[in-house]
């Protein structure tokens, strides 16, 4: 059998409808570099997605793989747990404790192969948290409509996107509460005259369910699954204070907005927002490796060193946390963004993006709202003058334009209404007017 027929034979993909994938087969990817990839068909695509919003570095870096290969021959792995330990973690931990703000005093660091593990370690934390402060009823995860965090049991149920609860409805423990989408805002409002009621309805939401039951808020600074979300001016100044005021830690999930993509280093940096955790995976390693984590604040590290009963270990614990080749990939992929400057050039080539987005598209009648911070950019598609969907058929309008756009040799991905277009932050101007180009093409098809 030929490899897309064992392909079809033998592998499940994830977003795929299996009887379609039997149909059609995959594409089978054979290397790449800078921002393209390249099939054995032959073909050469523009990778708009960053893999999956993580190959920040782009792909093709040699320079891992040595990393990678180097650390593998002098130790692979040991487990974290105990007292074991090895170099590349302790200096990632090291490093991350720079490279986040000071003033948000991250400097605890556990690393884990992904997103969703690591959303899962900041919830188990953050109920241990309380619970060794005698609050033991502090055990609901407040997460924000249009969320996602991720596919595992905790993780899933804090993302907040209808589609991925259809045979997996979330822990009761988990509650939702409205997000800052001023395009589709949930509670018919406008910016600024809404005062951010938004983040009121979280402490609305906090108060209804009884503070002394809510252990954290979890937030993307960026929404990107929910379809590329930047928030409004102000909001996460205000969801700070709802935090203080009802003892609930914030938690934020950088798993996208970490390591450059939205022109900062962190999301943090662009808002201006200190949580008490903080996740992050993906553009850790720009995937090379899998590798995700979580920091915590120096008090909340505190309270748990000093408030846990004597002989009770932190009860987390994955065979591969604190791994120690993927930390070598980590810092092989740093080393990359900082020599090549690459969280500037996301700043610097986002906006040149952004601009050509809203030059090329701003006037069509179908492109509702376009925008974007960093390499992290969206066109939401509606109705002239609302928030109607722009498609009609089974396939949404954005579905349609991606599906031109692959035929033309450009990867990007429609999330609901929206279309997303993320390349890898090393990007140039002249890679992103190309993107521009295609996508012309691609609504001008969509439109005949
Ligand atoms: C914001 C956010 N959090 C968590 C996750 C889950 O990460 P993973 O897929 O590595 O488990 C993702 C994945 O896309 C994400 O976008």
């Given at each position: 059998m030929d490899l897309r027929d064992l392909d079809r034979a033998h592998l499940i993909h994830p977003i795929t409808e299996f009887r379609k994938h039997e149909e059609k087969g995959p594409s089978i990817v054979?290397?790449?570099?800078?921002?393209?990839?390249?099939t054995s068909d032959?073909?050469?695509?523009?990778?708009?997605c960053?893999g999956l919003?993580?190959?920040?570095?782009?792909?093709?870096?040699?320079?891992?793989?040595?990393?990678?290969?180097?650390?593998?021959?002098?130790?692979?792995?040991?487990?974290?747990?105990?007292?074991?330990?090895?170099?590349?973690?302790?200096?990632?931990?090291?490093?991350?404790?720079?490279?986040?703000?000071?003033?948000?005093?991250?400097?605890?660091?556990?690393?884990?192969?992904g997103?969703s593990?690591?959303?899962?370690?900041?919830?188990?934390?953050?109920?241990?948290?309380?619970?060794?402060?005698?609050?033991?009823?502090?055990?609901?995860?407040?997460?924000?409509?249009?969320?996602y965090?991720g596919i595992t049991r905790?993780?899933g149920?804090?993302t907040?996107l209808p589609a991925y609860h259809i045979f997996a409805t979330?822990?009761?423990?988990?509650?939702?509460?409205?997000?800052?989408?001023?395009?589709?805002?949930?509670?018919?409002?406008?910016?600024?005259?809404?005062?951010?009621?938004?983040?009121?309805?979280?402490?609305?939401?906090?108060?209804?369910?009884?503070?002394?039951?809510?252990?954290?808020?979890?937030?993307?600074?960026?929404?990107?699954t929910?379809?590329?979300?930047?928030?409004?001016?102000?909001?996460?100044?205000?969801?700070?204070?709802?935090?203080?005021?009802?003892?609930?830690?914030?938690?934020?999930?950088?798993?996208?907005?970490?390591?450059?993509?939205?022109?900062?280093?962190?999301?943090?940096?662009?808002?201006?927002?200190?949580?008490?955790?903080?996740?992050?995976?993906?553009?850790?390693?720009?995937?090379?490796?899998?590798?995700?984590?979580?920091?915590?604040?120096?008090?909340?590290?505190?309270?748990?060193?000093?408030?846990?009963?004597?002989?009770?270990?932190?009860?987390?614990?994955?065979?591969?946390?604190?791994?120690?080749?993927?930390?070598?990939?980590?810092?092989?992929?740093?080393?990359?963004?900082?020599?090549?400057?690459?969280?500037?050039?996301?700043?610097?080539?986002?906006?040149?993006?952004?601009?050509?987005?809203?030059?090329?598209?701003?006037?069509?009648?179908?492109?509702?709202?376009?925008?974007?911070?960093?390499?992290?950019?969206?066109?939401?598609?509606?109705?002239?003058?609302?928030?109607?969907?722009?498609g009609?058929g089974p396939m949404t309008?954005p579905a349609a334009?991606a599906s031109?756009?692959r035929k033309?040799?450009?990867i990007?991905r429609a999330l609901w209404?929206?279309?997303?277009?993320?390349?890898?932050?090393?990007?140039?101007?002249?890679?992103?007017?190309?993107?521009?180009?295609?996508?012309?093409?691609?609504?001008?098809?969509?439109?005949?």
């Amino acid at each position: 059998m030929d490899l897309r027929d064992l392909d079809r034979a033998h592998l499940i993909h994830p977003i795929t409808e299996f009887r379609k994938h039997e149909e059609k087969g995959p594409s089978i990817v054979t290397g790449g570099e800078g921002i393209r990839i390249r099939t054995s068909d032959g073909e050469t695509l523009i990778d708009g997605c960053s893999g999956l919003w993580n190959v920040n570095v782009g792909h093709g870096r040699r320079e891992i793989a040595d990393a990678v290969a180097e650390q593998m021959r002098d130790v692979a792995y040991y487990p974290g747990f105990w007292e074991f330990s090895t170099e590349p973690a302790i200096r990632l931990a090291e490093r991350l404790a720079n490279l986040f703000p000071a003033a948000s005093k991250l400097d605890h660091f556990v690393f884990t192969t992904g997103g969703s593990e690591a959303n899962e370690t900041a919830f188990r934390l953050a109920r241990t948290y309380h619970a060794v402060r005698g609050d033991h009823g502090r055990q609901k995860i407040v997460s924000r409509a249009h969320a996602y965090h991720g596919i595992t049991r905790a993780a899933g149920s804090a993302t907040r996107l209808p589609a991925y609860h259809i045979f997996a409805t979330p822990d009761p423990l988990h509650v939702e509460a409205p997000t800052s989408y001023c395009f589709r805002c949930a509670l018919g409002k406008n910016y600024p005259e809404c005062e951010l009621a938004c983040a009121e309805e979280v402490e609305a939401t906090i108060i209804r369910e009884g503070p002394d039951t809510v252990a954290a808020v979890i937030a993307e600074p960026v929404l990107g699954t929910g379809g590329v979300i930047p928030p409004p001016d102000g909001y996460f100044e205000k969801l700070r204070e709802v935090c203080d005021r009802h003892g609930v830690l914030l938690i934020l999930d950088e798993v996208i907005t970490g390591f450059g993509r939205t022109g900062r280093w962190f999301g943090m940096d662009t808002y201006d927002v200190h949580p008490d955790l903080v996740t992050f995976a993906k553009g850790i390693t720009s995937g090379y490796l899998p590798l995700g984590g979580v920091g915590l604040s120096r008090p909340v590290y505190e309270s748990l060193r000093d408030d846990s009963p004597q002989g009770l270990p932190f009860m987390g614990g994955l065979t591969y946390n604190n791994h120690a080749t993927c930390c070598a990939a980590a810092h092989a992929n740093i080393d990359i963004i900082e020599r090549e400057g690459l969280v500037d050039n996301s700043a610097k080539v986002g906006a040149y993006l952004l601009d050509r987005l809203r030059e090329t598209f701003g006037d069509h009648p179908l492109a509702g709202e376009i925008r974007g911070v960093g390499l992290m950019t969206a066109i939401e598609w509606s109705k002239p003058g609302g928030t109607e969907p722009a498609g009609a058929g089974p396939m949404t309008h954005p579905a349609a334009i991606a599906s031109e756009a692959r035929k033309r040799g450009l990867i990007v991905r429609a999330l609901w209404e929206c279309l997303a277009v993320s390349p890898p932050l090393c990007t140039t101007r002249e890679e992103a007017d190309e993107m521009i180009g295609i996508l012309s093409e691609s609504v001008a098809a969509v439109d005949a």
